[in-house]
């Protein structure tokens, strides 16, 4: 008893010395360890007594992607704590940067035939499985290191299955390796065998989520590395889980499914199964493999299904040529005319529609451009700009010229790569106004018409546009301002560009605020009457959720928009200007450590350390954006909202509690 208390008392008087450590570590991590001293805080942090700090330096220190540091996690593989030598090993996969290193493979190979922990054990083969191979030689020995793994071990003896922790990271280990280029048909069969019995993984008739995420990873493998079969994929379906049915379309779509006659009988079960996720990514991955090639029975079908999500995609297949006699072009002629006259900022039933009029301008413009009008009325910028790309189709350069002034900038970039891919440098002068903008989406669209262009007033203009780019300070306006500067030299202008100079840093979450910002909520009351409520691993990702939180407290989502939203997959939003390249003025650090699973709540970015703060909601797990986008949460109320989401889904309000 009385040791219990003395040890409480040194806890208690030692942990002021350890918050002010990590905070100190984390300040160095955001700053990339721009000195000498703040690399010292990481690396003596690296050794320090508490478990905790190793394990926040040693995963600072791989977050830096500097490979002189190798050796230093290397030797955190020894570590006498399990956390920090699962850390360690997520941190050389960092640290190497998605480049081979002998190091890190020899380090990670060698560790992981000692390694006894479960959950260590499932750490180093993820790492080991997603480390850059050279050859097939590495594959194979890669391959097999990680299935001997996949064994539990007596002695020397293997005898059943790891533990369901172990196999969780040998399957995914096994996906990263399979999804390498170079492991394309180089799996060795033993691994091949045993992704096989992994997707089929059960240890009870109603496993937890892990068990699925399993048999999803191991069908994602066999999917990756070209080893799918017909049997295989007809077992997958038969998964009572719609994750692991949903593994199907990988084989089809990407085409390493070789047999086109099997993808087709696969694709159309799946196109029939009781998950609205499942029938929408086998009618994507359908149109993707074959587009109109086999037909259009199965697209004509999926556009009657009771799901908008299913009937989409299905309704953009019909731009293909369905062939003499075939109702296609009728049906699409029939949708596009059920355009709602909507309110401004009502998204309204707009959706099929205008997926529709665009095929419909594809395959039979002449009847598109009587429909046309109506869309570019609609207050919906969304719908107008899906005129844009109908007008495109059509070849109605009236129409472009005339939303390349709209309000909106998404739709007038649309116009202007219209008019640019139908009358070229005739339009200069609508890229040369579009250059007033300071939407950077709009901006490079501009730019990117002016490509050789002779007009003198273009680089002038263009001048100007990267004077006032510079001028924000913010750096999610980067790519504009690289397309300018590249623009520019193009066509001639040899001037230095003018100075950027970055905010400054954000001040870094204390261990304090981490504590608070773990227990705070994201609320996401959506204009559908929808509620979307999201807890934050505010330990993970502490810059990237602080930044999130005070973007909620400010109103800065209130209002926005979904604008990305890839049918089963994610949706992607928070966008002040509503499309890919707006964000919210200074880019902050990735924080990989987080799988993205469905419910994730993970951040937008456009190249390392470039998380713009927009917002991307996961509708499936996408395990293929693991170790390059950062999660900083997760759904706890609210997925069946982010289920029916579609693209202009609107943010009314978003607060923390």
Known sequence: MLARVLLGCCLATQQPRVDSTLHAIRDAEDARAATSAQLAV??????????KVRRIAVRALGRLRRPELIPELVRALDDASPSVRASAATALLDASGGKSSPVV?????AHLRSEDDAAVTGAIAEALGWTSQLDSAQVRETAEAIVARSYARRGMVESGDAPPIALHGVAHG????ARQRVARRAMPMVAVRRLMQLAEYRRGAKGPRTEAEIRELAGMAIAAGEHASEPMLESLLADAEWSVRATVQRAVLFGTLVDSAAAERIVKRAAADRAW?????AVSAADRRFGTRRGCALYLGAVADSNVAVRLPAVDALRGDCGAGSP???LLDSLASTLPIARDGDAGAWHVPAHALVSLATVAPARALSRIPRFVASPSFFVREYAARAATKARDTATLRRLAVDVHPNVRSSAVAGLSALVGHAAD?????ALASDDSQLLQAAEHALEKSADPRAVPALREALRRVTATGSETLRDARVALVDRLRELGDSSAPPAFRAPARAAVPSEREIASLARERLVLEMADGGTIVIRFFADDAPTNVARTVRLARAGRYDGLTFHRVILGRFEQGGSPSANEYAGWGSYTRDEFARPHVRGALSMSSRGDDTNDGQLVLHVSDN???DHAYTVIG???RGQEVVDRALEGATIRRGTVR
Do not use: K, M
């Open 623 to 625: 395990f293929d954006f």
């Open 328 to 330: 296609a072009i009728a």
């Open 174 to 177: 096994l996906f990263g390796l």
């Open 429 to 433: 002068d609508v890229y040369i106004a």
């Open 42 to 51: 990481l690396r003596d942090g690296a050794h320090d007594s508490v478990s």
């Open 634 to 636: 997760e759904i706890v």
């Open 277 to 281: 996720q499942v029938r929408t990514l």
């Open 105 to 109: 493979r020899a380090a990670l190979l």
